[in-house]
């Protein structure tokens, strides 16, 4: 049973950066996929970024793509999301899921974080 814990959220003004880290612990880290997910208040979660377990596979949102990017280092049992050119829209809690699918399968996601928030002021 993996656990996850993101770090790295925070209040941040338009065009600027965050960079997300999800440290995991309990699991066998490289065999799962891993994903980024977000929820602002009164929408639905987005499915933002994935990697699969072996870092080639990588999937993003089409609004994050050039902006956002998705890491892993395997050996540090560490999944990252670099954030560029934040908008207010990206506004949301983010949370971390470990997926023993595939990373594009969003229910195969069954493990998550506590999630962090960003805000992204103007």
């Known amino acids: 049973q993996v656990q996850l814990v993101e770090s790295g959220g925070g209040l941040v003004q338009a065009g600027g950066s965050l960079r997300l880290s999800c440290a995991a612990s309990?699991?066998?880290?490289?065999?799962?996929?891993m994903g980024w997910f977000r929820q602002a208040p009164g929408k639905e979660r987005e499915f933002v970024a994935a990697?699969?377990?072996?870092?080639?596979?990588?999937y993003y949102l089409d609004s994050v793509k050039g902006r956002f990017t998705i890491s892993r280092l395997n050996h540090q049992n560490h999944v990252y999301l670099q954030m560029n050119s934040l908008k207010r829209e990206d506004t949301a809690v983010y949370y971390c899921?470990?997926?023993?699918?595939?990373?594009?399968?969003?229910?195969?996601?069954?493990?998550w974080g506590q999630g962090t928030q960003v805000t992204v002021s103007s």
């Open positions: 990697i699969s377990w072996s870092g080639v596979g990588i």
């Open positions: 899921a470990a997926s023993p699918g595939s990373y594009t399968s969003v229910r195969s996601y069954n493990h």
């Open positions: 309990g699991g066998t880290f490289d065999r799962y996929a």
